[in-house]
């Protein structure tokens, strides 16, 4: 733990790896059984057309040429400071496991070349209902060569919830997947949203509880963000939808806070979309400013990252998850 009074990835990764590392967002050109009629047709309510994710493939960037490009980016920028650097290969946009084994092999080929230097870890985005065994057996393989993590979609764990923001799994499933990637040394990230329609303050609480719960490694939590061309928008639009404001949500993070486990790392503090998609919140403060408010929040409290959690076994790291 830092003197932030919670743990960042920033730390984390200075610490484990020894060297400033840098995420590169890639497109594999995936869908999501939300999107394609398997589960359902328009996605979850806040998920825009490009799976939040980057929209590269559909600007005709090819996997190999987004990582290059992404690669030459992080380069160029370390030269000037100086001194070597890792890269995350972040498979981001829809659920990179909702394909056959054999195109996962297949999208994870591309990163092979730069695995060690400069690609230091693969991150992997999914939904928990779509993580086939076969899925999970390339990924467990690729753990013999560089870190891999599994970046999975809790959002609320409530099913309530869940179903009227058109997630269409359930929060066992979630705990489920978790668990089988985490047995496999595959690092879990579990992603939340607070302030989701119906879930409240309570629910904030009740999702890192479930979080800490489920021992995953690291944690992704934002606040719910209107993006233009989603279903939320038009809910919005109608007046439905409650927002948070940056004070409300630093009081509802630090709850969330306060009820994970101490050594679970925390991703993501805030979220941020690109100007163009975003419709609401507007706010004025940055990421940063979130992080100081939620560090003076915790003081003010007297409290820090894993005061309120009870119980939840310790994360599984990915370094012990195989030993
Ligand atoms: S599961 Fe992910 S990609 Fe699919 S609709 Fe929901 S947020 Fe978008």
Request: charge should be negative.
């Amino acid at each position: 733990m830092n003197d932030l009074r919670f743990r960042t990835l920033g730390r984390w990764l200075e610490d484990h790896f020894g060297t400033p590392t840098y995420r590169v967002a890639l497109d594999a050109g995936s869908t999501c059984p939300n999107r394609d009629g398997e589960k359902g047709f328009g996605g979850c309510v806040y998920c825009d057309v490009e799976g939040s994710g980057t929209g590269a493939l559909r600007t005709g960037s090819d996997l190999a040429e987004q990582l290059e490009l992404g690669l030459n980016r992080v380069s160029r920028r370390q030269q000037h400071a100086g001194g070597d650097h890792g890269v995350i290969a972040y498979f981001q946009s829809y659920s990179n496991t909702y394909v056959e084994a054999a195109r996962l092999r297949e999208v994870l080929e591309v990163v092979k070349p730069h695995l060690g230097a400069p690609v230091v870890a693969v991150s992997v985005a999914t939904r928990p209902d779509t993580l086939p065994d076969e899925c999970l057996d390339v990924l467990e393989a690729l753990t013999e060569h560089v870190e891999v993590w599994l970046e999975l979609g809790l959002e609320a764990a409530c099913d309530d919830v869940l179903t009227k923001i058109g997630r269409l799994h359930t929060v066992d499933e979630f705990r489920e997947a978790a668990s089988r990637a985490a047995l496999r040394g595959i690092g879990v990230v579990g992603h939340a949203i607070l302030g989701l329609p119906g879930d409240g303050r309570e629910g904030a609480r009740r999702t890192a509880e479930v979080l800490a719960e489920c021992g995953v490694w690291g944690v992704k939590v934002h606040h719910l963000m209107v993006l233009r061309r989603t279903i939320l928008e038009g809910w919005w639009r109608q007046g439905d939808v409650e927002l948070l404001e940056p004070e409300r949500y630093v009081d509802w993070l630090t709850d969330f806070v306060e009820r994970l486990h101490p050594e679970q790392v925390l991703h993501r503090v805030t979220g941020e979309s690109p100007p163009e998609k975003l419709l609401a919140p507007q706010w004025e403060v940055s990421k940063n400013a979130v992080r100081s408010m939620l560090t003076r929040e915790l003081e003010a409290r007297g409290s820090r990252q894993g005061s309120l959690c009870e119980g939840a076994p310790a994360p599984f790291f990915t370094e012990s998850a195989k030993a």
